[in-house]
């Protein structure tokens, strides 16, 4: 079946880096999404994996193995309005995404 | 980045009304359009497929004739709650495909749905 897995909820310090992990698993692949969905907001898009290697984008940075079914999101300098959740999601064969659940990111001051 | 309006952003109805809520590609045409529902803390779940000019392909457990949804041009997708009951609060969002591209979704900014 098809399934993505990452954390739940991970908490972090202001100013500080945090990672984190998303693992997959798809009838075929065709490229990894992740998402930021600020609570009660529609999620809004971060960036997009389909080769492997680390993409950044100012603070933020996803990094995709297709070998490993493996992708991270990697946020630096952290700040208060980065708290969220971020969602992961991969892409199959069909071209439909599959979801994650979503990880809660928690940052304190 | 191209923009996905979709409204209203929140409604509030009694019990066994109908709530239409449209879903607009502002600034390009959308071939698919895709809705999901969120309840609280959890993930999206999708909830049919539109296709621009044919019936909408709904995922396993949504009833077709409940979730009404008409994709009646390239920027346009609405979706119908029939006869709304109170296990159908919900974040309704919505989400559209740039046409010939199977890359990134824009997603609108959703609706929030209380039947009392």
């Known amino acids: ?109 | 980045g191209a923009v996905v309006s979709q409204h209203p952003s929140r409604v509030i109805c009694k019990s066994g009304t109908s709530v239409k809520i449209e879903c607009r590609s502002l600034d390009f045409q959308a071939t698919t359009m895709f809705w999901y529902r969120q309840f609280p803390k959890q993930s999206l779940m999708l909830m049919a497929t539109s296709n621009e000019g044919s019936k909408a392909t709904y995922e396993q457990g949504v009833e077709k004739d409940k979730f009404l949804i008409n994709h009646a041009s390239l920027t346009l997708s609405t979706l119908t709650v029939t006869s709304a009951h109170p296990e159908d609060s919900s974040f309704y969002i919505c989400s559209a495909r740039e046409k010939g591209d199977t890359g990134e979704l824009f997603f609108g900014e959703g609706s929030r749905l209380t039947v009392l």
């Open chain 1, 1 to 109: 079946g098809q399934n993505i897995d990452q954390p739940t909820e991970m908490t972090a310090t202001e100013g500080a880096i945090v990672q984190i992990n998303c693992t997959y698993q798809t009838s075929g692949f065709n490229g990894l999404f992740w998402y930021q969905q600020h609570a009660g907001e529609a999620p809004t898009f971060l960036s997009y994996n389909v080769l492997d290697g680390l993409e950044e984008k100012g603070r933020f940075s996803s990094f995709l193995s297709r070998s490993k079914g493996y992708s991270y999101l990697l946020l630096k300098e952290l700040q208060m309005k980065d708290s969220a959740s971020y969602l992961c999601a991969a892409m199959d064969s069909n071209y439909q995404l599959i979801w994650g659940a979503g990880t809660k990111l928690i940052i304190k001051p």
